[in-house]
């Protein structure tokens, strides 16, 4: 397949060269959009690949887009009328949002899926990741058009296993978000690494975010519990111990986080249901005010 890549960092680089070394076509679409080619390094290893060629778009059958929440809309906005109608669009980022404005640009028979994975990327040096930890990924459809597309599990599987096809991904993406929501925040105000959530002195409050949490998903009709959110929280930090957050490392470099993705997008569902999440709002604010000072 002709596969084009918006966003070449973390995420973006680990499926490219998984991509490449499974054999499809693979060209990225950078920033400064000035290179002509791109090389990706990854274990240490150096995969070579177009970037910002004329025809990347108009002639891709898969588009992924692996940037920050926050530049999805703004990198994908420019591009949607080159791209063929049958281009099949995947976004693979952090947090829920984007997906609903994405939406509402792209007619309904452009096929657009999402994408969630648990694969850690870490980044050792600028322009070079290492594939830190094994996860899974899901796919699925974002509307009707991309529920004919359940073949692109089986491509990316082949690249980069285990990757399943979930009918109903959005749930899949709340369990993601639900997680980011305790790590990410509480991480990113205190500077500790995940495995430093497993100590007793953050308990109390885990517990009243996963409860709180709860009560906004099973308001958006999912079947959940406080205590399985926990485990699930718990589990994440316990199997990424020794890493840090992304939402840890944005406030450490002083950059913009994906806190409106992430702990944002669960507000705005709570405000909707009219349900109180004052500790969530807590770390919001928190988190908000960590960027204000650093800007």
């Known amino acids: 397949m002709n596969i084009t890549f918006i966003g070449a960092g973390a995420i973006g680089t680990l499926w490219a060269t998984q991509l490449v070394q499974a054999g499809h076509r693979v060209q990225v679409i950078t920033r400064a959009g000035t290179e002509v080619c791109r090389q990706l390094v990854l274990d240490s290893h150096t995969v070579t690949v177009p970037a910002n060629q004329p025809q990347a778009i108009t002639d891709c059958d898969l588009l992924m887009v692996c940037t ?65 930890g094994h996860g899974e990924t899901y796919i699925g459809a974002a509307n009707q058009a991309g529920q004919q597309c359940a073949f692109v599990a089986e491509v990316l599987d082949h690249a980069l296993s ?10 899949q993406l709340w369990h993601k978000l639900a997680v980011n929501c305790v790590i990410n925040p509480l991480t990113a105000i205190h500077q500790v ?14 517990q009243l975010l996963c409860q709180e949490l709860a009560r906004v998903m099973q308001a958006d009709g999912l079947a959940t519990h406080a205590e399985q959110l926990k485990t699930q929280a718990l589990t994440v930090a316990r199997a990424t111990a020794n890493n840090y957050s992304s939402m840890n490392r944005d406030c450490y470099h002083g950059r913009k986080t994906e806190l409106e993705q992430i702990t944002g997008y669960l507000l705005a569902r709570a405000a909707h249901h009219q349900i109180k999440v004052p500790t969530h709002q807590a770390l919001y604010d928190a988190v908000k005010q960590r960027e204000v000072q650093k800007g």
């Open 68 to 132: 920050k929440a926050y530049d999805v809309m703004p990198a994908l906005q420019p591009l949607i009328e080159q791209l063929h109608p049958d281009t099949i669009i995947v976004l693979m980022h952090n947090g829920m949002g984007p997906h609903a404005q994405i939406k509402t640009l792209v007619s309904p028979s452009q096929p657009l899926l999402l994408a969630t994975t648990s694969h850690g990327v870490f980044s050792p040096s600028q322009g070079s990741y290492q594939h830190t």
């Open 162 to 171: 285990p990757v399943y096809w979930h009918e109903a991904i959005l749930h």
């Open 193 to 206: 690494n995940n495995g430093a959530l497993l100590s007793a002195d953050y308990q109390d409050t885990i």
